[in-house]
């Protein structure tokens, strides 16, 4: 009865650190922002970013647009996406764990020089620009394509790139 009751408070506890991680999604988001230079089409009109998947996610991202509501002089839109279907006109998507992702899928959603950002293993290797991952110490970092990312239009800062757990 007690192992039983352990292991009802981890499976909760697990499920409290993976809801946290949105909480600092949103904020790394963000803050990428403003090492990265979107090709001049997508520099004028309402800067999007995109959710698809998790809710938790989406609300969190929602909050920071609510606080900061402006991203590279252009008001910060936040659109919750079931599929990638629904994405439409985006500077930034973000897809969760929730939601599969294959590197076709993001081709083309980089053709139209949109930051791809995923929480999907070793997806930066096969098509994101960033990718959230755990680190050994388990914080939460990324890896970074920045051969992708420039192959979209997208400009990467190397300050960036010095950040990232992996550069590709």
């Given at each position: 009865m007690l192992k039983c009751k352990l292991l009802l408070v981890a499976v909760i506890?697990?499920?409290?650190?993976?809801?946290?991680?949105?909480?600092?999604?949103?904020?790394?988001?963000?803050?990428?922002?403003?090492?990265?230079?979107?090709?001049?089409?997508?520099?004028?009109?309402?800067?999007?970013?995109?959710?698809?998947?998790?809710?938790?996610?989406?609300?969190?991202?929602?909050?920071?647009?609510?606080?900061?509501?402006?991203?590279?002089?252009?008001?910060?839109?936040?659109?919750?996406?079931?599929?990638?279907?629904?994405?439409?006109?985006?500077?930034?998507?973000?897809?969760?764990?929730?939601?599969?992702?294959t590197a076709e899928d993001i081709q083309k959603i980089e053709s139209q020089g949109v930051l791809v950002i995923t929480e999907h293993d070793q997806m930066a290797a096969r098509g994101s620009h960033i990718n959230f991952i755990t680190t050994q110490d388990s914080k939460i970092g990324f890896e970074l394509n920045t051969t992708l990312a420039e192959q979209s239009g997208l400009k990467v800062a190397s300050s960036l790139a010095g950040l990232a757990a992996k550069t590709y």
């Open positions: 506890l697990s499920f409290g650190v993976k809801a946290q991680e949105y909480k600092y999604h949103p904020i790394f988001i963000y803050n990428f922002s403003k090492y990265i230079e979107w090709p001049s089409s997508n520099s004028s009109g309402d800067f999007v970013i995109s959710v698809v998947g998790n809710s938790n996610a989406y609300k969190e991202m929602l909050s920071i647009s609510e606080k900061k509501k402006t991203i590279k002089n252009q008001n910060l839109v936040v659109k919750k996406c079931n599929s990638l279907d629904e994405i439409e006109k985006s500077n930034i998507v973000f897809v969760t764990k929730s939601k599969s992702i």
